[in-house]
Every structure is written in structure tokens, then in C-alpha cells.
């Protein structure tokens, strides 16, 4: 396999991720709009879904090591040495389960992402949906880093970087339908 010199050095893995990102940066990013207005977890409604076990159906390679080299982690600032903290949750719709909600913390960054990951089965029947991912803060009780997406039909969302790493947070992410109530889920709590 042949390496560009900019990739000497570097496993073809993350070298094939870098060369992603940076195809990726060439192509516009989703539109972006500060609303911090969201419930605490400990307020959500019947229909939302909690951390749970299992795992998504049909993540991207990328995502099963942790971070998607997409442009949705481009825009949000998406510091390279983020991993996940904390469990999964999972949004449910109609009893099945739409999408993967994950917390990601960057020790170089000092900060907390959230992320959303909206699953195959669900974009395969529905072409666009609204989806919205930030980190819930217990201290201020508001959502932080939010990032909201209107009209969509991508799959992975990042929130952007959030100040919370001395309090206590979980990633929320949101799916509504257009004509229906918002579906969402929270990642378990971490202190």
C-alpha cells in the first residue's frame, strides 16, 4: 500500500480517517442554532429511551473505534484524542430503536462532546427528520454545546465542545419526524 508522505509514520487507518476529514472539510457543513431549552434527563417523558445494553445495528467502521472522520465532527471541533465516556442510550420510536446516543470526553481539549448516531432502519423509511445533540449539564441544568439540524438525512451528529468536564453531564440526542413529538435519549450520567 502506498503512503502519502503525510501519512508517514501513521498506522493506514488512521491515515485513511485523516484523508477522510480532510475531504470532508471541502464540503459544507449542516446549519447550526444555539437552544438550550431541553428537559433534565431526570425529567424525560415515557417515550424516551434510557442507557441500555446493546449495540447499533450498523455503525460505520469509524465509529465502532470512536470518532466518525465526517464533517459533522469537523464543524463541532472535534478534538482527536476524544473517547467515550459513560454508556450508551438509545432513542426508541414506536418501540424500535432509531438511533445511539454517546458522551466523549478530549483530556487535550478539557471538554465533553455529544454524540448522535441515527440508525440505518430508521433513515432507510424516512428521507428527512430534525435531530439536535448537546451535553446535558446537572450543575447549570441546561443542554451545552447544542447543535441542531433541520431537514436531514445524515447519519452522525457531534455536539460542539462543552465546558462541563468539573460537573456532572450526559450526551442527549434528539429524532423528530416531521408531524410528530421529539424522540430522545440520554447517555448514563458521569460525574
Known amino acids: ?39 433534565a434527563p431526570t425529567e424525560a417523558r415515557a417515550g424516551a429511551a434510557t442507557a441500555t445494553a446493546g449495540a447499533p445495528e450498523s455503525a460505520p467502521a469509524a465509529d465502532e473505534a470512536g470518532m466518525s472522520a465526517d464533517r459533522s465532527a469537523m464543524a463541532a471541533h472535534m478534538c482527536s484524542d476524544a473517547y467515550q465516556i459513560g454508556s450508551t442510550g438509545y432513542i426508541k420510536r414506536k418501540g424500535y430503536t432509531i438511533g445511539s446516543v454517546k458522551q466523549f ?68 440526542g434528539a429524532v423528530t419526524v416531521p ?4 424522540n430522545y435519549a440520554y447517555s448514563s450520567k458521569r460525574c
Open 179 to 182: 408531524g410528530e413529538s421529539k
Open 105 to 172: 470526553y478530549s483530556p487535550r481539549c478539557n471538554r465533553n462532546y455529544g454524540y448522535l448516531y441515527v440508525w440505518k432502519s430508521f433513515r432507510d423509511h424516512h428521507r428527512k427528520y430534525a435531530t439536535n445533540v448537546g451535553v446535558y449539564d446537572f450543575h447549570a441544568k441546561k443542554l451545552v454545546g447544542l447543535r441542531i439540524w433541520r431537514h436531514t438525512s445524515a447519519a452522525s451528529f457531534w455536539s460542539y465542545p462543552a465546558d462541563t468536564v468539573r460537573h456532572c453531564t450526559a450526551a442527549r
Open 1 to 39: 500500500m502506498r503512503t502519502l508522505s503525510a501519512f508517514k509514520g501513521v498506522s493506514p487507518v488512521k491515515g485513511a480517517l485523516t484523508a477522510a476529514a480532510c475531504a470532508m472539510a471541502l464540503l459544507p457543513a449542516g446549519a447550526a442554532q444555539a437552544d438550550a431549552t431541553a428537559p
